[in-house]
C-alpha cells in the first residue's frame, strides 16, 4: 500500500522504517526470521479432536481421529483457555485488526453489502453494527477501518498467502478481497463466511458454464471440478503449490491456511465416512467426524511439506478454531445436532464456553517447548501483536486501537499477560439460533470469575469457570460485590471502546449497560 496514499487519508506510516527491513529472510538484527503458518478452523468445537484440552479425556475425544493435532501437540504449547468470539466474522475482524469486538463493531456474521443479518425481534432494536465488516481504507457505511497485520508483514518483507475462507468484508466492498489486506496470494477467499457444497461432483456451489449458484459458492478451484475432490483436499493441495512457488522466493512466508470445513452443510468426505460409521455413528455424526478427519489430514500435508523442504525446524505452526462448536438450535437444515461440546455449555453463537472457547496449539521450534499445556487464557484479538513479534515487528503506527496483548512471553516461559487481566465480549445481536446463552449479551472474565449479561432481561449470570467449566451453577446471588465489581469493569470497557447496545423497541430507551442496573 502506497505510503503517500496513506499519508493523504490521514494514517501514519505502517511500521518504523519499513525498507530497513531487507526482504530476504533475515531481520535487520541478522537473526533468521520464521516461516509462520496460522491454521484456521471453521466452528471447531473445543472437544472436537482427540486431542484433550480438559484434564480428562471425553468421549468426542475417543469419537474423533486428529492424530495430525496430536502430532503438533507433541512439538507445541497447548492453550487450554484459548477464546474467540462466539460467531465467525467477530473473530475473524478482531484477529486481523487486533480490536476488540466491541471496539470494531461487526458483532454479527456478514455477508451483503448494506444488509444486517440479524433475526427479527417484537420487543428490541439491535443498534447500527459494522454489518459491511473492516476495511484498511475508509469510505464505506458500517464499516471499521484498520491495517491488518498482514500488511505489515508483507511490507517488512513477508510472502503473504491466503487459502480458503475470508469473511472479513461484505460483498462489493473493500473488505471482501484479501489481497486488499495485505495478502499477495488469494485461493478462494472472498465475502462468504461459509460454502454451498464440499461436493466437486456439484462444482463447489457453480453450474456448468462457471456461474455461481449460490453467494457460497467456492471461488478458485475450477480445475477440481467433477474430479471427485473433497473441498478440504482441494484447497490444501492448492495450498502446497503456493507453498512451492514461495519456496523459490528469498523470503519468509506467512500461509493463512484458513479451512473451510467444518462448517455446515455436513456432507461426508468419502476418505473417511465408512470408518466412523463403522463405529456405530448416525449418517450425520459420522459425516462430521470425517469433515474432522480432513481437516486434520490437512494440517498433516502441510506439516510434511514443512519436514520434506527443509522448512520444518524455521516455521511457526499457529492452530485455532474460529468460534465453539455448532451445538445450539435446530433450525438449519443439518439438524437434529451432530456434536456437542461436553463439558463446555452450549455452543456457536453462545456467551457461553461452548460458544467461545477454541482448541489451540501453537509450535515455535527453537523457542516454545514442545509437548506442554498452558492454562492462562488468551483472546483472539492477541494474535495480532503476536504474530507480529514473532516476525520481530515490534514498533509499528496503525490508526486502530490494539486490544490484544502478544502471549509470545508465555511460549518462553516469561511474564503471564493474563493475570490481573480482563477479556470482554459484545454481541448485542439476534444471532437467529435459539440455545443457552444466545441473544444479546455481553460478558467478562477476570480470573476465574467470569459474569454474563443479558441485555433484554437485565439478567447477570456469575460462573467461577475453574471449579464450574460447564456454568451449571449461576452464584450471582452468593457474590455479589464481584457481581458489581465485573459488572463495573464490563460497563466501563463497553462505553470507553465504543461498545453498541439494543434498545427497547416500546419505550426507544437504550438498554441498560450491566453496571447501570
Same mark, same amino acid.
Given at each position: 500500500?502506497?505510503?503517500?496514499?496513506?499519508?493523504?487519508?490521514? @494514517?501514519?506510516p505502517?511500521i518504523?522504517?519499513?525498507q530497513l527491513y531487507?526482504?530476504?529472510?533475515?531481520?535487520?538484527?541478522?537473526d533468521?526470521r520464521?516461516?509462520?503458518?496460522?491454521?484456521?478452523?471453521?466452528? /471447531?468445537?473445543?472437544q472436537?479432536?482427540?486431542?484433550p484440552?480438559? $484434564?480428562?479425556?471425553?468421549m468426542?475425544?475417543?469419537?474423533?481421529?486428529?492424530?495430525?493435532m496430536?502430532?503438533l501437540?507433541?512439538?507445541?504449547?497447548?492453550?487450554?483457555q484459548a477464546?474467540t468470539s462466539?460467531?465467525?466474522?467477530?473473530?475473524?475482524?478482531?484477529i486481523?485488526?487486533?480490536?476488540?469486538a #466491541?471496539?470494531?463493531r461487526?458483532?454479527?456474521?456478514?455477508?451483503?453489502?448494506?444488509?444486517?443479518?440479524?433475526e427479527?425481534? $417484537?420487543t428490541?432494536?439491535?443498534?447500527e453494527?459494522?454489518f459491511n465488516?473492516?476495511?484498511?481504507?475508509p469510505?464505506?457505511?458500517?464499516?471499521?477501518?484498520? @491495517?491488518s497485520?498482514?500488511?505489515?508483514?508483507?511490507?517488512?518483507?513477508?510472502?503473504?498467502?491466503?487459502c480458503?475462507?475470508?469473511?472479513w468484508g461484505?460483498?462489493?466492498?473493500p473488505?471482501?478481497?484479501?489481497c486488499?489486506?495485505? !495478502?499477495?496470494?488469494? @485461493?478462494?477467499g472472498?465475502?462468504?463466511?461459509?460454502?454451498?457444497?464440499?461436493?466437486?461432483?456439484?462444482?463447489f456451489?457453480?453450474?456448468? =458454464?462457471?456461474?455461481?449458484?449460490?453467494?457460497?459458492?467456492?471461488?478458485?478451484l475450477?480445475?477440481?471440478? &467433477?474430479?471427485?475432490?473433497? #473441498?478440504? =483436499?482441494?484447497?490444501?493441495k492448492?495450498?502446497?503449490?503456493a507453498?512451492?512457488?514461495?519456496?523459490e522466493y528469498?523470503?519468509p512466508f506467512?500461509l493463512?491456511?484458513?479451512?473451510?470445513?467444518?462448517?455446515v452443510p @455436513?456432507e461426508?468426505?468419502?476418505?473417511?465416512f465408512?470408518k466412523?460409521?463403522?463405529?456405530?455413528l448416525s449418517?450425520?455424526e459420522a459425516?462430521?467426524?470425517s469433515?474432522i =478427519?480432513? /481437516?486434520?489430514?490437512?494440517?498433516?500435508?502441510i506439516?510434511?511439506?514443512?519436514?520434506?523442504?527443509?522448512?520444518?525446524?524455521?516455521?511457526?505452526?499457529?492452530?485455532?478454531?474460529?468460534?465453539?462448536?455448532?451445538?445450539?438450535?435446530t433450525?438449519?437444515?443439518?439438524?437434529?445436532?451432530?456434536?456437542?461440546?461436553y463439558p463446555?455449555?452450549?455452543g456457536?453463537?453462545?456467551a457461553?464456553?461452548?460458544g467461545?472457547?477454541?482448541?489451540m496449539i501453537?509450535?515455535?521450534? &527453537?523457542?516454545?517447548? #514442545?509437548?506442554?499445556?498452558c492454562?492462562?487464557?488468551?483472546?483472539?484479538e492477541d494474535?495480532?501483536?503476536?504474530?507480529?513479534? /514473532?516476525?520481530g515487528?515490534?514498533?509499528?503506527?496503525?490508526?486502530?486501537?490494539?486490544d490484544?496483548?502478544?502471549?509470545?512471553?508465555?511460549?518462553?516461559?516469561?511474564?503471564?499477560?493474563s493475570?490481573?487481566?480482563?477479556?470482554?465480549?459484545?454481541?448485542?445481536n439476534?444471532?437467529? =439460533?435459539?440455545?443457552?446463552?444466545?441473544?444479546?449479551t455481553?460478558?467478562?472474565r477476570?480470573?476465574?470469575?467470569?459474569?454474563?449479561y443479558f441485555?433484554?432481561?437485565?439478567?447477570?449470570e456469575?460462573?467461577?469457570?475453574?471449579?464450574?467449566?460447564g456454568?451449571?451453577?449461576?452464584?450471582?446471588?452468593?457474590?455479589?460485590?464481584?457481581?458489581?465489581?465485573?459488572?463495573k469493569?464490563?460497563?466501563? !470497557?463497553?462505553?470507553?471502546?465504543?461498545?453498541?447496545r439494543?434498545?427497547?423497541i416500546?419505550?426507544?430507551q437504550?438498554?441498560?449497560w450491566?453496571?447501570?442496573?
Open positions: 500500500m502506497d505510503s503517500r496514499f496513506l499519508a493523504a487519508i490521514g @494514517i501514519a505502517l518504523a522504517a519499513p531487507a526482504r530476504d529472510r533475515n531481520s535487520r538484527e541478522g533468521i520464521p516461516n509462520i503458518i496460522f491454521f484456521l478452523v471453521d466452528d /471447531m468445537g473445543w472436537d479432536t482427540s486431542v484440552f480438559w $484434564s480428562e479425556r471425553t468426542y475425544n475417543d469419537r474423533y481421529c486428529t492424530p495430525n496430536e502430532r501437540a507433541d512439538i507445541g504449547v497447548m492453550f487450554t477464546y462466539s460467531i465467525s466474522s467477530p473473530t475473524r475482524c478482531s486481523m485488526t487486533g480490536a476488540n #466491541a471496539r470494531h461487526v458483532t454479527n456474521w456478514t455477508l451483503r453489502k448494506g444488509q444486517t443479518t440479524d427479527a425481534s $417484537s428490541i432494536k439491535i443498534p453494527w459494522n465488516g473492516i476495511s484498511q481504507v469510505g464505506t457505511p458500517n464499516t471499521f477501518t484498520g @491495517i497485520f498482514v500488511q505489515l508483514l508483507k511490507e517488512s518483507g513477508y510472502h503473504t498467502i491466503h480458503g475462507k475470508a469473511h461484505a460483498m462489493d466492498t473488505g471482501e478481497n484479501p486488499h489486506f495485505g !495478502f499477495e496470494v488469494n @485461493i478462494a472472498h465475502a462468504a463466511g461459509g460454502l454451498a457444497t464440499y461436493l466437486s461432483e456439484r462444482n456451489g457453480h453450474d456448468n =458454464e462457471g456461474n455461481p449458484v449460490s453467494p457460497f459458492a467456492i471461488p478458485d475450477r480445475e477440481y471440478w &467433477g474430479s471427485g475432490t473433497f #473441498a478440504t =483436499e482441494a484447497l490444501t492448492e495450498a502446497l503449490k507453498l512451492d512457488k514461495a519456496k528469498n523470503q506467512y493463512y491456511m484458513s479451512h473451510y470445513a467444518i462448517h @455436513i461426508k468426505d468419502e476418505r473417511y465408512d466412523y460409521k463403522a463405529k456405530g449418517d450425520k459425516a462430521y467426524a469433515l =478427519e480432513g /481437516m486434520d489430514k490437512s494440517l498433516g500435508d506439516m510434511d511439506w514443512l519436514e520434506k523442504n527443509g522448512e520444518a525446524d524455521n516455521t511457526v505452526i499457529i492452530f485455532m478454531g474460529d468460534n465453539g462448536g455448532y451445538a445450539t438450535g433450525t438449519w437444515r443439518d439438524a437434529p445436532l451432530y456434536t456437542q461440546n463446555l455449555n452450549s456457536k453463537g453462545s457461553y464456553e461452548g467461545i472457547r477454541e482448541p501453537v509450535s515455535w521450534p &527453537g523457542v516454545a517447548e #514442545a509437548g506442554t499445556r492454562s492462562s487464557y488468551i483472546i483472539a494474535l495480532y501483536p503476536t504474530i507480529l513479534e /514473532m516476525a515487528i515490534k514498533r509499528y503506527n496503525v490508526p486502530q486501537t490494539i490484544g496483548k502478544s502471549f509470545v512471553p508465555l511460549l518462553k516461559h516469561g511474564s503471564d499477560p493475570k490481573g487481566r480482563s477479556l470482554y465480549w459484545n454481541c448485542p439476534i444471532w437467529g =439460533e435459539d440455545g443457552p446463552g444466545i441473544g444479546p455481553c460478558s467478562v477476570n480470573g476465574d470469575w467470569k459474569l454474563v441485555y433484554e432481561s437485565g439478567k447477570k456469575l460462573y467461577n469457570i475453574k471449579n464450574d467449566i456454568e451449571k451453577n449461576d452464584i450471582s446471588f452468593m457474590h455479589r460485590d464481584i457481581v458489581r465489581k465485573l459488572s469493569d464490563l460497563g466501563n !470497557f463497553l462505553r470507553k471502546s465504543g461498545g453498541q439494543p434498545s427497547f416500546k419505550t426507544g437504550p438498554c441498560p450491566p453496571d447501570e442496573l
